[in-house]
């Protein structure tokens, strides 16, 4: 898949973020899935979403700045807040470029 420009994964992301498609898909995850599929633990549906770590949030398998679909069912599982942000970091982290420790053989 062609890496996407950050006007592009802007565009994805407020399109998966917003409007009556994203809420109902994520009505549907909360109603069909009980258990976070990144740790397989229980998920407290009833926890208070944006400040709990361990509350409910709908994770995209195929993350949208990698080019996943953002409103494809099969995109998207429960996760618990916690469990999302820490997949999302290590997502990330592998992307970053490691700076090489090379040195010219002719110096030694």
Not at 35 to 61: E, I, K, N
Not at 87 to 101: T, Y
Request: positive net charge.
């Amino acid at each position: 898949m062609p890496q996407l420009s950050q006007q592009d994964i802007a565009r994805r992301t407020a399109q998966a973020r917003s409007g009556r498609p994203w809420l109902r898909l994520q009505a549907q995850v909360y109603s069909e899935e009980t258990h976070c599929w990144l740790c397989h633990g229980w998920v407290d549906q009833s926890l208070p979403g944006t400040t709990h770590p361990m509350a409910r949030t709908v994770d995209h398998v195929h993350p949208l700045w990698l080019g996943g679909e953002p409103l494809d069912r099969a995109n998207v599982r429960l996760a618990h807040r916690r469990c999302n942000t820490a997949r999302n970091n290590r997502l990330r982290a592998a992307q970053r470029p490691r700076p090489g420790f090379t040195v010219d053989a002719a110096s030694l």
